[in-house]
């Protein structure tokens, strides 16, 4: 039987203190997050993957449902419904990026992506941060 997560996303608490996200920072640190090569400092749970993924969808492109502002983009390009119980994975995407909807904006959006990519991930974005901030 499917269970459903029972996992709650608060917003993470971190030692890394990031007033602003460049868009440019956010795709470095996505790309270090989808490389298979890298090895994280801890396994991430399937919420925190999907937490991932929405954040990268509120970051990029905004929110899942209206109401919409400046700040959404492509928004034509959204579902219309949410998909059906046998597409399990998008339904579980879906859901995901439906739950980010408090996250106030795409650059927020985008912060709390980098915030959840440090704690799991380590180093890599640590660096990549320090990289940008230099």
């Known amino acids: ?68 502002t400046d700040d959404d983009i492509d928004t034509d390009k959204r579902p219309k419904s949410k998909p059906g119980m046998l597409s399990f994975d998008a339904r579980l995407k879906y859901e995901a990026w439906e739950k980010v909807g408090e996250v106030s904006s795409r650059a927020e959006g985008r912060k709390e992506y980098v915030k959840l990519a440090e704690e799991i991930v380590g180093d890599p974005v640590k660096e990549c941060i320090k990289k940008h901030s230099g």
Do not use: C, N
Request: avoid cysteine; charge should be positive.
């Open 1 to 68: 039987p499917i269970q459903q997560s029972t996992v709650s996303w608060s917003r993470s608490t971190h030692p890394t203190k990031m007033s602003e996200v460049s868009p440019e920072l956010f795709e470095d640190v996505a790309k270090i997050v989808a490389d298979p090569k890298i090895k994280p400092s801890r396994a991430s749970s399937r919420d925190e993957k999907l937490r991932f993924y929405a954040l990268y969808k509120r970051g990029t492109v905004g929110r899942l449902h209206p109401p919409y």
